[in-house]
């Protein structure tokens, strides 16, 4: 194969083969077969790696997943006692988790609910021009670089009952926190770990939608002052409908997120109090590491992965797909 | 809510698992291949939680001393933090490399590796050493058979700030519950929170649980409930309803459903070092543990205090049984001889002496007990010795299994939303579930 490619002077070459392949392919690409291996010799040796490590660490921790969610396992030993989908039925006749699952919910629609307008506005307000613009911004953004771990445990210092910071500030304006405490008592738990939620993500809403916002074209804006359109109609006739694909892609990560939240809720509460905080990650964490029943951990793992992965996709379905339909028929034009 | 928190957790309970494939844990051999009989080069690799000083140092010599005595024996020690440890440990019987010499809880979990036949029979090769430990070693045996030895063991109580006691009138350590109800209310009186209890963590909390099991029921009714997970004797439901009326006292710290054990300032422990509860019920590691949460590493200093749990009325339970644990070497099924021989070694006279002396635990070799200096932790061994029994804390007794069940319901009744009967139920169903 290397005397074909490298002995003859190039033009001659060229045309000896493809002259004697464009009678059995059409000729419109001009296949030339050695530099093909080649290309696919490439290809193999470029990603190789990175798809091993994807095997590796991905795709066969998933499928053991499944596979121990079949068995009764406590973690050690030989996988033997098979006990087909009794875990699947044992989580999802749980009350914990189904409560863990209503938690997630509800976290995934408060998220947009509370993000999504305050993000809005305070994204409108930073794109304005004005003194300090880029402290203000970095201001937002920090509670989103700070690492989560670290951002709950001062969060848990600032909401201690008695001592904290959070009721100081409240016994100075003559009011009391619950005896319990905000992260103590059950009924107020799962909205201050919102709280806390939203103190950390709401910054990473407002970049994403001041990135959107720089994708709006300036003539529009000076085309609707022109016609007499206050600031207001500005931003809620052309600004806001022209950040969707932004917002849509935002929500969508929020939702994912919301899915799978662990760290904060686990740091905060531990998914107390009387798990009125468990998510379905804290549960499967529980009952893996605390309770040593890895079969069931591991079928509340691939529950929680199912449910994501059928939300991600009727979300791409049904939501995501107006940002791509509106693409295709240009793209069909030209 | 990022990515991360996918990989945590949905992975992290099994890409563990998943590094060590299929590999037969109880047949592949770690230290490559090495086998008995003198002369032979022997490399035994021994984890401990000893990290900081003089724990570290000792554990250093002691190693080179037994390297020494045995030509041809390299031990490879790895010392690390207490947490860690027990992370790795799960990971390496998960992985089937476990090292030569690990630390032990015993109780439900060892019986379960025990059936798989995965840790190794010490009764004969130790037999000199489990008659001198006495009755300590039960909580490692299994069908007659031992298969650990406790190094430290310790029992719970309640320790207190004597200065806080005085300041609210409380002369005398309470006896009984109605001394400690009393004790509670002056304590009350004098606007000092009475108890800090880690509930956040739930096993702080289930100890009160399992000590009033241990003060209803009497030891029979015990070893068979840790034989058969039969729970259906009342004393189950009394314990319960004798928790239910210290919680309704009121006695705990503000917002004691999230604080953690020990973790922080703020954590049960933290609160009791620094001053601001009276008293907490925890095991022999109390002062060591607070002497890590204040600035001057004194933790309560002189102003340590302790006392046993409290007696109830009409109880069927011997007065003088105590609830408590320990930590034990034990090996794997298929570590050398040398590991026992080391592990022998590390139950003398000698070395349980110098252990006590370097304040490392609580010794179990009565040899070596009376180098025990502290004088609340001498007043605690007292107790340990005396006890007719001394019960294993039960979630570690029953199993992970069927004791996270039983903290989780426990919790549930401090949060106020479990009755005496519910943490019967949910043990026994969790129980049932392992049959």
């Given at each position: 194969?290397?005397?074909?490619?490298?002995a003859p002077p190039k033009g001659a070459s060229e045309g000896?083969?493809?002259?004697?392949?464009?009678?059995?392919?059409?000729?419109?690409?001009?296949?030339?077969?050695?530099?093909?291996?080649?290309?696919?010799?490439?290809?193999?040796?470029?990603?190789?790696?990175?798809?091993?490590?994807?095997?590796?660490?991905?795709?066969?921790?998933?499928?053991?997943?499944?596979?121990?969610?079949?068995?009764?396992?406590?973690?050690?030993?030989?996988?033997?006692?098979?006990?087909?989908?009794?875990?699947?039925?044992?989580?999802?006749?749980?009350?914990?988790?189904?409560?863990?699952?209503?938690?997630?919910?509800?976290?995934?629609?408060?998220?947009?609910?509370?993000?999504?307008?305050?993000?809005?506005?305070?994204?409108?307000?930073?794109?304005?021009?004005?003194?300090?613009?880029?402290?203000?911004?970095?201001?937002?953004?920090?509670?989103?670089?700070?690492?989560?771990?670290?951002?709950?445990?001062?969060?848990?210092?600032?909401?201690?009952?008695?001592?904290?910071?959070?009721?100081?500030?409240?016994?100075?304006?003559?009011?009391?926190?619950?005896?319990?405490?905000?992260?103590?008592?059950?009924?107020?738990?799962?909205?201050?770990?919102?709280?806390?939620?939203?103190?950390?993500?709401?910054?990473?809403?407002?970049?994403?939608?001041?990135?959107?916002?720089?994708?709006?074209?300036?003539?529009?804006?000076?085309?609707?002052?022109?016609?007499?359109?206050?600031?207001?109609?500005?931003?809620?006739?052309?600004?806001?409908?022209?950040?969707?694909?932004?917002?849509?892609?935002?929500?969508?990560?929020?939702?994912?997120?919301?899915?799978?939240?662990?760290d904060m809720v686990w740091i905060l509460t531990k998914g107390?109090?009387?798990?009125a905080t468990t998510t379905m990650a804290t549960f499967l964490?529980?009952?893996?590491?605390?309770?040593?029943?890895?079969?069931?951990?591991?079928?509340?793992?691939?529950?929680?992965?199912?449910?994501?992965?059928?939300?991600?996709?009727?979300?791409?379905?049904?939501?995501?797909?107006?940002?791509?339909?509106?693409?295709?028929?240009?793209?069909?034009?030209? | 809510?990022?990515?991360?928190?996918?990989?945590?957790?949905?992975?992290?309970?099994?890409?563990?698992?998943?590094?060590?494939?299929?590999?037969?844990?109880?047949?592949?051999?770690?230290?490559?291949?090495?086998?008995?009989?003198?002369?032979?080069?022997?490399?035994?690799?021994?984890?401990?939680?000893?990290?900081?000083?003089?724990?570290?140092?000792?554990?250093?010599?002691?190693?080179?001393?037994?390297?020494?005595?045995?030509?041809?024996?390299?031990?490879?020690?790895?010392?690390?933090?207490?947490?860690?440890?027990?992370?790795?440990?799960?990971?390496?019987?998960?992985?089937?490399?476990?090292?030569?010499?690990?630390?032990?809880?015993?109780?439900?979990?060892?019986?379960?590796?025990?059936?798989?036949?995965?840790?190794?029979?010490?009764?004969?090769?130790?037999?000199?050493?489990?008659?001198?430990?006495?009755?300590?070693?039960?909580?490692?045996?299994?069908?007659?058979?031992?298969?650990?030895?406790?190094?430290?063991?310790?029992?719970?109580?309640?320790?207190?700030?004597?200065?806080?006691?005085?300041?609210?009138?409380?002369?005398?350590?309470?006896?009984?519950?109605?001394?400690?109800?009393?004790?509670?209310?002056?304590?009350?009186?004098?606007?000092?929170?009475?108890?800090?209890?880690?509930?956040?963590?739930?096993?702080?909390?289930?100890?009160?649980?399992?000590?009033?099991?241990?003060?209803?029921?009497?030891?029979?009714?015990?070893?068979?409930?840790?034989?058969?997970?039969?729970?259906?004797?009342?004393?189950?439901?009394?314990?319960?309803?004798?928790?239910?009326?210290?919680?309704?006292?009121?006695?705990?710290?503000?917002?004691?459903?999230?604080?953690?054990?020990?973790?922080?300032?703020?954590?049960?422990?933290?609160?009791?070092?620094?001053?601001?509860?009276?008293?907490?019920?925890?095991?022999?590691?109390?002062?060591?543990?607070?002497?890590?949460?204040?600035?001057?590493?004194?933790?309560?200093?002189?102003?340590?205090?302790?006392?046993?749990?409290?007696?109830?009325?009409?109880?069927?339970?011997?007065?003088?049984?105590?609830?408590?644990?320990?930590?034990?070497?034990?090996?794997?099924?298929?570590?050398?001889?040398?590991?026992?021989?080391?592990?022998?070694?590390?139950?003398?006279?000698?070395?349980?002496?110098?252990?006590?002396?370097?304040?490392?635990?609580?010794?179990?070799?009565?040899?070596?007990?009376?180098?025990?200096?502290?004088?609340?932790?001498?007043?605690?061994?007292?107790?340990?010795?005396?006890?007719?029994?001394?019960?294993?804390?039960?979630?570690?007794?029953?199993?992970?299994?069927?004791?996270?069940?039983?903290?989780?319901?426990?919790?549930?009744?401090?949060?106020?939303?479990?009755?005496?009967?519910?943490?019967?139920?949910?043990?026994?169903?969790?129980?049932?579930?392992?049959?």
């Open positions: 194969m290397s005397q074909t490619t490298a000896v083969v493809e002259g004697g392949r464009s009678e059995e392919r059409p000729p419109v690409t001009r296949p030339r077969k050695p530099r093909d291996w080649k290309m696919v010799v490439e290809i193999i040796a470029f990603t190789a790696p990175a798809l091993i490590l994807f095997a590796m660490f991905v795709v066969w921790p998933m499928l053991k997943a499944v596979q121990f969610s079949l068995f009764r396992w406590k973690g050690f030993g030989p996988l033997v006692d098979f006990v087909g989908l009794k875990n699947y039925i044992s989580v999802l006749s749980n009350d914990v988790f189904i409560g863990a699952l209503g938690h997630n919910l509800f976290i995934v629609v408060a998220s947009i609910v509370i993000q999504l307008p305050l993000g809005i506005a305070i994204a409108l307000l930073l794109n304005r021009k004005m003194r300090f613009q880029g402290i203000l911004r970095t201001v937002v953004f920090v509670p989103y670089v700070l690492a989560e771990v670290i951002a709950g445990v001062v969060w848990f210092q600032l909401l201690q009952p008695k001592y904290g910071v959070i009721d100081s500030m409240l016994a100075v304006v003559g009011l009391q926190g619950p005896p319990q405490g905000f992260l103590g008592t059950p009924e107020y738990a799962l909205w201050t770990v919102m709280v806390v939620i939203t103190w950390k993500y709401l910054g990473l809403a407002i970049i994403l939608f001041l990135a959107g916002l720089q994708g709006v074209p300036e003539e529009l804006h000076e085309a609707a002052q022109i016609d007499g359109a206050s600031w207001w109609q500005t931003q809620w006739h052309i600004t806001i409908p022209l950040l969707g694909p932004t917002l849509r892609t935002w929500a969508f990560l929020s939702m994912v997120g919301s899915l799978q939240l662990f107390g109090p009387a798990n964490i529980n009952e893996g590491t605390k309770r040593s029943n890895y079969g069931i951990a591991g079928a509340a793992s691939v529950i929680l992965f199912v449910i994501a992965l059928t939300m991600a996709l009727l979300y791409q379905r049904f939501v995501l797909r107006r940002d791509h339909a509106t693409d295709e028929p240009k793209e069909k034009s030209r | 809510m990022k990515k991360q928190i996918l990989a945590l957790a949905a992975v992290a309970s099994l890409a563990l698992a998943a590094c060590g494939g299929d590999a037969p844990a109880a047949t592949s051999d770690p230290t490559g291949g090495a086998t008995t009989g003198a002369g032979e080069n022997v490399t035994l690799r021994w984890w401990h939680n000893s990290n900081n000083s003089p724990g570290k140092e000792y554990y250093d010599k002691v190693a080179a001393d037994f390297e020494a005595d045995n030509p041809g024996v390299t031990i490879e020690v790895t010392a690390m933090q207490h947490e860690d440890m027990g992370t790795k440990i799960e990971a390496a019987w998960q992985a089937g490399d476990m090292p030569d010499i690990y630390m032990e809880r015993g109780g439900g979990e060892l019986a379960a590796k025990v059936e798989a036949g995965l840790v190794k029979d010490l009764t004969e090769p130790s037999a000199e050493a489990i008659e001198k430990l006495g009755g300590s070693v039960a909580g490692w045996q299994v069908d007659g058979k031992t298969y650990a030895l406790p190094f430290s063991m310790g029992v719970v109580g309640f320790w207190y700030n004597t200065e806080l006691f005085e300041k609210a009138g409380v002369t005398e350590a309470p006896e009984t519950w109605t001394d400690m109800f009393a004790a509670i209310d002056k304590l009350k009186a004098a606007g000092i929170e009475p108890i800090a209890v880690g509930a956040g963590d739930k096993w702080p909390a289930a100890h009160y649980w399992y000590y009033f099991a241990l003060r209803e029921c009497t030891g029979d009714v015990l070893d068979e409930a840790v034989k058969t997970l039969d729970f259906s004797d009342q004393c189950f439901v009394r314990a319960g309803e004798q928790l239910e009326k210290v919680i309704a006292a009121e006695p705990f710290n503000a917002g004691f459903l999230t604080t953690p054990a020990q973790a922080g300032p703020t954590s049960a422990s933290g609160l009791l070092a620094t001053g601001k509860v009276a008293m907490e019920l925890a095991g022999h590691w109390e002062p060591g543990v607070m002497q890590g949460l204040t600035e001057d590493g004194k933790g309560l200093g002189d102003k340590t205090g302790w006392f046993a749990f409290p007696q109830t009325e009409g109880q069927q339970g011997d007065p003088s049984s105590a609830l408590g644990g320990g930590d034990a070497w034990g090996a794997p099924a298929d570590a050398p001889d040398q590991a026992v021989d080391f592990i022998n070694y590390l139950l003398s006279d000698e070395v349980q002496t110098g252990f006590a002396e370097n304040d490392m635990g609580l010794p179990t070799n009565p040899n070596a007990t009376s180098a025990v200096s502290d004088p609340a932790l001498a007043d605690l061994l007292k107790v340990r010795d005396s006890a007719a029994r001394v019960q294993l804390y039960f979630d570690t007794a029953f199993g992970q299994a069927v004791g996270g069940a039983m903290n989780d319901a426990i919790a549930l009744m401090f949060a106020g939303q479990a009755s005496p009967q519910d943490i019967v139920d949910a043990t026994q169903e969790a129980a049932d579930a392992e049959k």
